[in-house]
């Protein structure tokens, strides 16, 4: 049985037609995708809310979960832009004990060759 997910392009549309309208032009690229990611979910929330202080960063990012597509297309961005796991990290506010239990766990399972 499949978990059920939430329809995030009709939720992000919802909210961008009643509350946000005048950011319509700043998201339209990232909706017209077919599937939304879990980065573009992120994209899309920081478009839309911002970011407010620290605290609420640290608590909304304690909280987030990648599928492993978001995980494999994280670890490509790595490779093609020539990243280190410090600067990976970084880039995506993840730990880095994070970035390098992803490489380890996915290189054993895919055939991408990431950097360790």
Known sequence: MEKATPNYKRIYN???A????????QCK???KKTDLSMLDVIKLNNIIFGIK??????????HRSYD??????ILDYQSKNNLN???LANHFKLSRNTVTKWKKH???RHSHSFKA
């Open 14 to 16: 919802d909210i961008i």
């Open 106 to 108: 996915f290189s054993n």
């Open 18 to 25: 009643r509350k946000h309208p005048h950011k319509e032009d």
């Open 29 to 31: 690229t990232i909706l």
């Open 85 to 87: 796991n410090t600067q």
């Open 53 to 62: 202080d620290k605290e609420t960063l640290i608590f909304n990012q304690m």
């Open 68 to 73: 492993e597509n978001t995980i494999l297309e």
